[in-house]
């Protein structure tokens, strides 16, 4: 699995998924705001882009900007996370991991989404 990039406000939970992807050897990069999501997915071309929904719903209408203006935003995989699944507007949607998340076996799930493992 190439870069997930994991976009959520939750610092506690981006940190211990940092932790569990290097363990595993896999590259995993965490930010908390979709501020200037954009040129960091422009930049970092990840293979697949994981967003937590009440991050996203706190910042909805910057992420349809950005969304709208960036091809490749929406040809990247995207994969929500939350208590209840939702689509982004204009996102290449594969799927949903649903909270609370066990960090265990997020990068399985992720690998499961993306068709890596049955």
């Known amino acids: ?55 996203y719903l706190a910042n909805e209408d910057r992420v349809n900007m950005f969304m709208a203006a960036s091809e490749l935003m929406q040809t990247i995989p995207w994969i929500s996370v939350g208590t209840r699944e939702i689509s982004f507007p204009g996102a290449k949607m594969i799927g949903h991991i649903k909270k609370p998340l066990n960090i265990m076996t997020v990068p399985e799930e992720i690998r499961k989404i993306l068709g890596l493992i049955n």
């Open 1 to 55: 699995m190439d870069l997930v990039l994991w976009i959520d406000k939750n610092e506690f939970a981006t940190m211990a998924l940092e932790k569990i992807f290097n363990k595993l050897s896999l590259s995993l990069y965490t930010i908390n705001s979709p501020q200037d999501i954009q040129y960091l997915i422009e930049d970092l071309k990840p293979e697949v882009i994981v967003m937590d929904v009440a991050t």
